[in-house]
């Protein structure tokens, strides 16, 4: 019997740095053939645009697919499945996969996929890393308070006391193996300390806690849990669903599609305007909106009048971040954002602030 592929999975929040986890771990692959299966939240291809140009000779072009049919926890079947039997028919086939779900994705559905009959003889969750955004959740972004939802909880089963920020999180953290505490080069010793203390007392028993600055973190100790995590998905209990069947993992598929969780709740769009002249004015504008309409996530690639490289933009939340990474090629010139937020975002407003 052929063994199984190990599959690692990492999830996060919106722009904890999943992505640049990922990328770290293909430029230190040391040989390893990882095949990456990506889920973005927003239509850009950002992130799979950032993998591909990584220029790592164990992850080609080819060893990166794309899901597009938007979110990966309710396109399981139609998606994701596929997929993954293509990436699992070829005869080349990686020696581990890493999928990086969209930081709006529930992960428990999506390890619930692999006790599917048309993988679970191929493949296995080697183990599950969430990655925290450290500096947000230590400003709070989350209000993230366990146990004062879950006192909340035993008053009443059917109450939805949490923000769809805080859910997404917890729901996150009650599922991974290995949380990684990012972002530390923004936070004090005490504050790492903290956080990495509350973190582990949320999470499941004997769940590592690992800081990181930019996911540079060795490859040994992401890759290679060998966990099984889909064998025991009732101890990654899922906060959303509670009036659901959550105790009874081998439901049928259908159930999958009758979640309810938070997509409703966040708004997308992209917005394109005219070539920038001053990347850093531009910046402190982009600033300027995030926090005038409450965007969690915005980033993309900006034309720069007079320079042939295009220009990277990475928001989360008020911090912005922009490099040139490379020239534009045969690609079009031109400057698209994507915006995120909670459902409600003004998008008139913000187009005409974007615009400007
Ligand atoms: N200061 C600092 N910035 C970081 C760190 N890790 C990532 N970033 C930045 O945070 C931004 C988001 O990082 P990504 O890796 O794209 O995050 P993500 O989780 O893949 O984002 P989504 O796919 O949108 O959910 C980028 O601008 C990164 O450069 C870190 O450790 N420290």
């Known amino acids: 019997m052929p063994t199984k592929i190990p599959a690692t999975v990492v999830t996060g929040f919106l722009g904890a740095g999943k992505t640049t986890l990922i990328r770290h771990m293909l430029a230190n692959a040391s ?109 709070g972004r989350f209000a993230h308070n366990v146990a004062a939802v879950d006192a909340q909880r035993a008053l009443d089963e059917n109450l939805d006391h949490e923000t769809p920020l805080s859910e997404l999180f917890e729901d996150q953290i009650a599922c991974a193996d290995m949380i990684v505490v990012n972002k530390s080069d923004l936070l004090t010793e005490a504050e790492i300390d903290a956080l990495t203390a509350q973190l582990k007392s949320d999470s499941r028993k ?98 720069v009048t007079g320079k042939p490289m295009r220009l990277t933009v990475q928001a989360v939340g008020p911090r912005v971040d922009s490099y040139f990474d490379q020239p534009f090629g045969s690609q079009p010139r031109e400057t698209k954002l994507v915006v995120i937020g909670q459902a409600g975002l003004d998008r008139a407003a913000i187009e005409a602030a974007l615009q400007a």
Do not use: Y
């Open 206 to 303: 004997g769940v590592q806690v690992v800081k990181s600055t930019m996911g540079a973190l060795p490859i040994d100790v992401l890759l290679g849990q060998g966990v099984g995590a889909e064998n025991d998905l009732s101890a990654r209990h899922e906060i959303h669903h509670h009036h659901h069947h959550h105790d009874d993992e081998d439901h049928d598929h259908e159930d999958d599609h009758h979640h309810e969780h938070g997509h409703d709740e966040f708004d997308s769009f992209v917005v394109t305007r005219a070539e920038i002249v001053d990347p850093k004015a531009f910046a402190a504008q982009l600033s300027e909106v995030i926090r005038a309409h409450d965007i969690l996530r915005l980033k993309g690639f900006a034309a």
């Open 31 to 139: 040989g390893k053939r990882i095949a990456l299966i990506i889920n973005e939240f927003g239509d850009l291809g950002v992130d799979g645009d950032i993998l591909k140009g990584c220029g790592d000779e164990t992850c080609t072009e080819d060893d990166i697919m794309e899901l597009s049919n938007g979110c990966i926890c309710c396109t399981v079947a139609d998606d994701f499945i596929p997929t993954l039997q293509k990436l699992l028919d070829r005869p080349n086939r990686p020696d581990h996969i890493v999928i990086e779900t969209s930081g709006l994705a529930l992960p428990q559905p999506l390890i619930r996929a692999f006790n599917w009959p048309e993988i679970s003889t191929r493949v296995t969750v080697d183990g599950v890393v969430t990655v925290v955004d450290g500096k947000a959740v230590t400003e």
